[in-house]
């Protein structure tokens, strides 16, 4: 059975961690735990200073993609963006491969399509995020673990059946899914001080 994100204020339902509210010290503080603390920069296998990366898979909504590209250089990450990188003469999956080599990844849900059964009337189709979006969404699972992947949904986007249950933090125009995110790049190591939001 396929979900919606984006369903009713209150109706958890198991699937979106916005309802819940924030405690004070993840929306203001700078870092929620000694692993968070740790700097944008680390060392390498050579003592030298490794650029931290975090993936943005996207569709077609480009102003949430340089939302939260924007977000992370103020964290002092730094943004990989596929279509932003040079091709090399690589088709697209060579050329993702390439570049998933980075610490986390956010999958952006925005309703870029609509979808349903081939038999049902085109009228009854749900908003759904670009097929590619999916795809990339389960390879960064599979590659960085579940821990290390963050969606971030705008509006009612179906939700495959298989992703069902697992927390995502919805997209809302106050900004409050900018003290999520970072909260959940705190956890997985990354830099993200609240203060600068």
Known sequence: MDRLCGGEPGDLGGRSSDEMPL??????SAASSPVAQSKALSENASGGPTERTVFIVHGHDLVIRTEVENL????????VVLDE???RGRTVIEKF??????????VLLTPDDCGGPANAEPSTYKPRARQNVFLELGFFIGKLGRNKVSALCK???????????????N????GN???RLGRELREAGLPADANRI
Request: overall charge negative.
């Open 97 to 106: 491969e390439g570049q998933s080599g980075c610490d986390f990844a956010i």
């Open 177 to 179: 899914w900018m003290y």
């Open 155 to 169: 509006g009612n986007v179906e939700i495959p059946s298989d992703y069902s249950g697992v927390l995502w933090i």
């Open 23 to 28: 405690a004070k010290d993840d929306r203001f």
């Open 171 to 174: 997209y809302d125009v106050a």
């Open 85 to 87: 990188q040079a091709n």
């Open 72 to 79: 992370l250089r103020r964290f002092g990450l730094s943004p």
